[in-house]
């Protein structure tokens, strides 16, 4: 978060932290919702890397655009299966895909 804008909420008297506080997660739980964002992301940033629309990266992978867009905003509908499915039918590698994995 900005800090200015940090700075502002919290002279205004509101609490700033972060989701896992907020949500009161455990460890592991926090940690799987970072991995679902993570490879949420990394559909989003590798489809517009090769200029598809949420369409043709459906149409790739016979699902629906609608699938496509819960996928890369992480939702809780959309299956790990299915992002590293979508991962892959961008292309992505081994490699590339236990960077996204590991959060590096």
């Given at each position: 978060m900005d800090?200015?804008?940090?700075?502002?909420?919290?002279?205004?008297?509101?609490?700033?932290?972060?989701?896992?506080e907020f949500l009161a997660l455990p460890p592991e739980e926090a940690r799987y919702v970072e991995l679902r964002l993570r490879l949420g992301d990394?559909?989003?940033?590798?489809?517009?890397?090769?200029?598809?629309?949420?369409?043709?990266?459906?149409?790739r992978m016979h699902s629906s655009q609608s699938?496509?867009?819960?996928a890369e905003a992480a939702d809780r509908s959309v299956s790990i299966d299915l992002l590293i499915r979508s991962l892959l039918a961008l292309g992505i590698?081994?490699?590339?895909?236990?960077?996204?994995?590991?959060?590096?």
């Amino acid at each position: 978060m900005d800090p200015m804008k940090r700075q502002k909420l919290e002279t205004a008297g509101w609490q700033v932290g972060t989701a896992e506080e907020f949500l009161a997660l455990p460890p592991e739980e926090a940690r799987y919702v970072e991995l679902r964002l993570r490879l949420g992301d990394a559909v989003r940033h590798l489809r517009k890397k090769q200029r598809l629309s949420q369409v043709q990266l459906a149409e790739r992978m016979h699902s629906s655009q609608s699938r496509i867009a819960k996928a890369e905003a992480a939702d809780r509908s959309v299956s790990i299966d299915l992002l590293i499915r979508s991962l892959l039918a961008l292309g992505i590698s081994d490699q590339d895909l236990a960077r996204y994995v590991s959060g590096q």
